[in-house]
Every structure is written in C-alpha cells, then in structure tokens.
C-alpha cells in the first residue's frame, strides 16, 4: 500500500494543475495562481514520501513529469497568454492592435512544447543529480504565478513595470529558451544544511524575504530573473558570456531602472559567496 502514497500525491499534483486550468479559462486567473502553488506543494512531497518511504521507482519518475507536464508547462502559458491579453485590455482596438494581440498572444506556446522536451531530457540526463541543466519547470511556473499575484495585489506596480505586451511575450520566448538551454542553475531544493553547498541558495533566499518584507509582491516578481541571472554569471564563466550581459542588456532596455532592483541583488549575491568562498579556503 506504501508504495502508492507517493504516486496519489502526484496524482494531487496533476489535478492541481488541471484544475489550475479551468479556473483559469472560467476566469479565475488568481485562484488558478494558487492553484500552481498547491501543486509546487504536492511536487515536493511526493518525491519527499518516495524518499521517506524507501519506495522510489520508475513509474513514479515517469508519473512525475507527466503531472509536471501539465501543472508546470501548460498551466504557464495559459497565464502568460491571460496576462498579455490583459495588458491590452486598455488599448484602443483596431486592426493593428487585433494583429499584434494575436501574434504575441501565441509566443507562449512555446512553453509547453520546450516543457515537454526539458522533461524528457530530464528523465534521461545523468548530470542532474544534485543541480539542473536549464531553466527547471516549477521554476518558470512560479515566474508567471508572481506576475499573476502582482496583477491583482500590486495592479499599478504591474501596469508600471510589467504591463507591457512586447515584454511579457519576450519573457516567455527568453525563459522557453532557457528550459531548453545548457545553462547550469543552481538547486532550489534544499538537501542539507550546509553552508557551503548550499551557499547560492541561502542568499537568494534572504535576499528575496527582504525585498518581500520591504516591497511585499512586487519584489517576489524579481525572484525567478535573480536566480536566472545569478546562475548566468556562474555560466559566463565558461566563456558564455554573451548569455549573462544580454539578459542583462535586455532587462534594462525592458524594465530601465526598476532592473536594478534584479541585477544588483544578483551582483551582491554573487560577491557574498565569493568573499565566503575564499575565507573558507
């Protein structure tokens, strides 16, 4: 009977994700929102029962990716799709605007297909055991999940900030690209409580609990472009520089100064765990 626990809790997971959807197209975008959240919940647990448990297995990995399939990659770009939609609520219709609504409408369909390849990849790639290779899929979820919870708690900071139709389609190709990429990132889960294994990961969650104490919603809308940008700096390193600076380049085209609210925690991040880093040597 054990054996099954974990199984059920990913079944959770994927009716989450389903029902996320229908609350989504019913006009629920922000209980949908939560929806997603619960489903980050059941995703953690299952694999947390399976360990628990000692019942890890086969089908529960091929279980997983199909209920992420659709909670973390389809469920993303119905609320890409929702939130370009809804920043042109306020234009003046016409057949320019009935054109460009509709082209930047369909750039999120990019996210679940590249969903679907980096799950597959995942599955079968060796290499991420203890970090990821690519933008993970929960991680591009919570992106939009932000950018969903700022449009209802934080409406003029989105209008402001994020309420531009052309930036949230150039997110959804850039972060599409990046599921697919070989960019390392750096683990959000939490497999030990040692500081220099899990260095990166500490500071990226101070630095995200301040700016949430400080600035409430809007700061977590930053927390998926600081991860991304941290673990791009790490990536530059091998020569790939030109990753690091043109997201770089592309955020303070797109957001002007409200990007450095993402790059300089990203930097002191950074700095902070080198400056420990040498300590410790």
Known sequence: MKKHIP????????????????????????????????AMVFDFFDGFAARLLHVKSDMGKELDSLADMVSFGVMPAVMAYFLIRETFCSSEPGETYYWVERVL??????????????????NLDTRQTHSFIGLPTPSNALFWVMLVFCLYYQPEFFKTTWGNPWLLAGCSFVLA?????????????????????????????????????????????????????????????NYNWMIFWGIVLLLLWAMRQEALFIIIPAYLIVIIVRLTSRSNQ
């Open 7 to 38: 199984n059920l809790i990913t079944c959770l997971n994927v009716t989450s994700g389903a029902l996320a959807i229908y609350m989504a197209f019913n006009g629920n975008l922000l209980i949908a929102a939560w929806l997603v959240i619960l």
């Open 105 to 122: 409408s369909v750039v999120p369909l990019l996210v679940p297909a590249f969903s679907a390849y980096r799950l597959a990849k995942f």
């Open 177 to 237: 690209l990046l599921l697919i990429s070989e960019v390392p990132m750096f683990s959000l889960k939490l497999t030990n409580f040692s500081w220099k294994e899990n260095s990166l990961l500490y500071c990226f969650v101070s630095t995200i609990m301040i700016g949430f104490a400080v600035w409430g919603v809007k700061a977590l809308t930053w927390m998926i472009p600081v991860y991304v940008l941290i673990s791009c700096h790490g990536y530059r390193k």
